[in-house]
């Protein structure tokens, strides 16, 4: 197996186990049984349950920023922006759900190192790129004037609390899932009412020519409780 694809094993399984159990109920010998490697193997790629901690949740947000940033650095509006920045978060969250962990609880168990603090600051610079378009939309007249970190606080923490009721089974794809969530933001936020907003039709045609395109088979789409 080549290095990165044991890696992609030993993430996604350490991930599960934290899930599951938690930083402080988590073992490495539960996280070894799983991905079904010896301890002195796993050493050989991190040096304590810590470690791997901090790496899942680098992985998770350096993947959470590639798909999030084209979008946010693309010539769009702010609205049509941060429709689609909170589209694909969402995609990403339902796609990885055993990643996405409670940072901010779980935290308060590691000890402080350069580590934790180059993941605070990936997870800081994550969360500027979707203040930092709200603030644009503002400014254009687009939002309404609200409070930008309240809104950006709102916005990522309901997304991050799918994993809580998210499963895989039923009627909805990701993608539609993903769309029913950035409507509600999208339409709340503008400053002008959405039925008489050209963006929004412009916006609504093509989302549902998108749609067609990539629907998921009926048997495998999703349900959100």
Not at 4 to 20: H, R
Not at 67 to 74: D, T
Not at 164 to 184: C, D, M, R, S, V
Request: proline share 3%.
């Amino acid at each position: 197996m080549a290095e990165n694809d044991t890696w992609q094993v030993i993430l996604n399984g350490a991930s599960q186990v934290f899930t599951e159990r938690g930083y402080k109920g988590a073992t490495l010998e539960e996280i070894t049984n799983r991905i079904k490697m010896t301890k002195g193997a796993l050493y050989y790629y991190v040096s304590s349950k810590e470690e791997l901690w901090l790496k899942c949740h680098m992985y998770t947000l350096d993947k959470a920023m590639g798909n999030i940033r084209p979008i946010y650095e693309s010539s769009l509006s702010p609205d049509i922006k941060l429709y689609n920045m909170i589209k694909a978060h969402v995609q990403s969250v339902i796609g990885s759900t055993s990643y996405f962990t409670n940072f901010n609880f779980e935290k308060k168990f590691i000890s402080q190192s350069v580590q934790l603090q180059n993941v605070t600051r990936q997870r800081d610079k994550f969360e500027q790129m979707f203040s930092s378009v709200i603030k644009e939309g503002i400014e254009l007249n687009i939002f309404n004037p609200i409070d930008v970190k309240f809104a950006r606080l709102a916005i990522l923490g309901s997304i991050n609390y799918i994993t809580n009721w998210y499963t895989p089974e039923g009627e909805l794809t990701p993608l539609e899932i993903a769309e029913k969530i950035a409507k509600i933001y999208y339409t709340g936020l503008l400053a002008r009412p959405a039925k008489n907003d050209g963006l929004l039709v412009e916006l609504m045609e093509s989302i549902s020519g998108f749609i067609e395109k990539e629907r998921i088979p009926r048997q495998k789409r999703y349900k959100a409780l």
